[in-house]
C-alpha cells in the first residue's frame, strides 16, 4: 500500500474493525471494514485488487476490476492456477500471483524510501529464533498487523 501510495496511486484498503487506524496510517485513502461492507458490491471497480490474505477469489472480484483490471494474489491455490491459466490469453481481466524476484537496486529504493520517511517499515513483534514456534502461530492465528522478525543472535568468539 505504500509503495502504490509513493507512485502516486489511490488505494481503497479493506480490512475488519480492529484494523481501520492502522490501515488508514499507512495511508489508505478509503478504508472500507469488510465487517460491514463487502467491496465487491459497492459497484467500485479497480485497476487493481491486491488479496494478500487468501480472503477472496477473482470469479468473487472480478465484477470490481475495470475492463483491463489485475487480480493480484501474493498466494493461490489450485481454483486460482485456474483462473490465472483461463485469463492469461487474450485481453481482459487478469488473475495474476505476484511472484517476486528481488533485484539490488529494488533493496537500495526501499532503504532510501525508509530513510526518507517515506515507508515505514512495520514490525508487530519480534521473537528470538528459539521462539520461532511460537511467531509462527502468532502469524497463523490472524491478528498481526505488520510484519513479525526473527531476531538472530550472533556470539562472536573472542
Known amino acids: 500500500m505504500q509503495l502504490a501510495k509513493h507512485y502516486g496511486a489511490e488505494v481503497t484498503g479493506v480490512c475488519g474493525t480492529p484494523r481501520l487506524g492502522f490501515v488508514e496510517s499507512l495511508g489508505a485513502d478509503k478504508v472500507i471494514d469488510y465487517t460491514k461492507e463487502d467491496f465487491t458490491q459497492n459497484g467500485e471497480t479497480y485497476d487493481l485488487i491486491v488479496d494478500v490474505l487468501g480472503k477472496s477469489s477473482f470469479s468473487q472480484s472480478k465484477d470490481s476490476l475495470k475492463e483491463a483490471g489485475k487480480y493480484v494474489m501474493t498466494s493461490f491455490k489450485m481454483r486460482d492456477f485456474v ?60 491478528q498481526k498487523k505488520g510484519k513479525v522478525a526473527i531476531t538472530v543472535e550472533h556470539n562472536k568468539k573472542t
Open 83 to 142: 483462473d490465472m491459466l483461463r485469463t492469461s490469453f487474450g485481453g481482459g481481466k487478469k488473475a495474476l500471483c505476484a511472484i517476486l524476484v528481488a533485484k539490488p537496486e529494488d533493496l537500495v529504493l526501499t532503504k532510501e524510501l525508509i530513510e526518507s520517511g517515506k515507508l515505514k517499515a512495520v514490525i508487530d513483534r519480534s521473537y528470538s529464533l528459539e521462539q520461532t514456534a511460537e511467531a509462527h502461530r502468532y502469524v497463523e492465528s490472524g
